[in-house]
Nanobody, 122 residues
Framework: HVQLVESGGGSVQVGGSLTLSCVAS????????MGWFRQGTGKQREVVAT???????TYADFVKGRSTVSKDNAKYILNLRVNNLKPEDTAMYYC?????????????????WGQGTQVTVS
């Protein structure tokens, strides 16, 4: 199965930008849906942005218009660029991958997850 390692987190000033990277290994990622999720302290995990196995990106409302998610199947990388960072973006960010089953990308049930990378905005 696929293994995922995130990088690119850190401390950023309000209004700044970050690019998070997720490197996959162990399997080709072309057939996987992949995405970025986050979990703030005391909060539930939420989806940030995903890329379907056909390459279609989807964004959560709170990052729409200020973020770009990109999946490079040849380089086994999923990137997330977020601009105009806000304090509420502070969270642990996780990369996940799942094989699409019955037209559904069920990350919670069947997904593979990385260890996460911390983003702190202040």
């Amino acid at each position: 199965h696929v293994q995922l390692v995130e990088s690119g987190g850190g401390s950023v000033q309000v209004g700044g930008s970050l690019t998070l990277s997720c490197v996959a290994s162990g399997d080709t990622i072309g057939r996987y849906c992949m995405g970025w999720f986050r979990q703030g302290t005391g909060k539930q995990r939420e989806v940030v942005a995903t890329v379907d196995s056909d390459g279609t990106p989807t964004y959560a409302d709170f990052v729409k218009g200020r973020s770009t998610v990109s999946k490079d199947n040849a380089k086994y990388i999923l990137n997330l660029r977020v601009n105009n960072l806000k304090p509420e973006d502070t969270a642990m960010y996780y990369c996940a991958a799942v094989i699409k089953l019955q037209r559904k990308c069920d990350y919670s049930r069947y997904g593979y997850w990385g260890q996460g990378t911390q983003v702190t905005v202040s």
